[in-house]
């Protein structure tokens, strides 16, 4: 079945400690999103990629980094810099690139991350 | 940039009755038009979508369609039940980046 897979579904992580979340599609979508959700809030865009080692930083980059090595591929790592980590992080991807109406955007489950 | 306004909620309702959820968007030009449904602990799906203006979106009993005029993108269900439960978001969409509104948490009482 093709979608879009995140890993871990919890993650905890002590304070000062740099972590790595997970996301993997195999729906051939070009373009790949995180967003951070915090409880009653909408979504926030963190970074995007259109395409392979090329991205975008979103509304609210500091205290993240991206990479985009492969199209199946688009990791996140929350850096010690980030203030306030604690959230649900979702991915999610798009099949064109570009165009002139939006495309739907599909999700992955998404991980609960804590900082202790 | 774009933004979205959409009650807060939680709205309560009975099952069978009718749900009506308010979006309303301010952005330049005409955006693609999206609801997407969250169930809890999940990710999000997408509900239905318009692209252009006067267009409908239907899915799952679920309505909506673009009022240029107003702005507006109200989501409409005639008959909701208990699995309706859950946050609902608007979201105008321009080339391919999403802006969401902050959802509206619905909860369907038997």
């Known amino acids: 079945d093709g979608g879009i897979t995140q890993s871990p579904k919890y993650l905890f992580r002590k304070e000062g400690q740099n972590v790595t979340l997970s996301c993997e599609q195999n729906?051939?979508?070009?373009?790949m999103y995180w967003y951070r959700q915090d409880p009653g809030q909408g979504l926030r865009l963190i970074y995007y990629s259109q395409i392979v080692n090329d991205f975008q930083k979103g509304d609210i980059a500091e205290g993240y980094s991206v990479s985009r090595e492969k199209k199946e591929s688009f990791p996140l790592t929350v850096t010690s810099a980030q203030k306030n980590p604690t959230a649900f992080y979702l991915c999610?991807?798009?099949?064109?690139?570009?165009?002139?109406?939006?495309?739907?955007?599909?999700f992955g489950p998404g991980t609960r991350l804590t900082v202790l | 940039g774009d933004s979205v306004t959409q009650m807060e909620g939680p709205v309560t309702l009975s099952e069978e009755a009718f749900l009506t959820i308010n979006c309303t968007y301010t952005?330049?030009?005409?955006?693609?038009l999206f609801w997407y449904v969250q169930y809890p602990g999940e990710g999000l799906q997408l509900l239905l979508k318009a692209t252009k203006a006067d267009d409908k979106g239907s899915n799952k009993g679920f309505e909506a369609t673009y009022r240029k005029e107003t702005t507006s993108f109200h989501l409409e269900k005639g008959s909701v039940q208990v699995s309706d439960s859950a946050v609902y978001f608007c979201?105008?969409?321009?080339?391919?980046?999403?802006?969401f509104g902050g959802g509206t948490r619905v909860l369907v009482k038997p």
């Open positions: 952005a330049t030009g005409y955006p693609s």
């Open positions: 979201a105008p969409g321009r080339g391919n980046k999403l802006t």
């Open positions: 999610a991807s798009t099949y064109a690139a570009s165009g002139a109406a939006t495309d739907t955007q599909y």
């Open positions: 729906l051939n979508h070009d373009a």
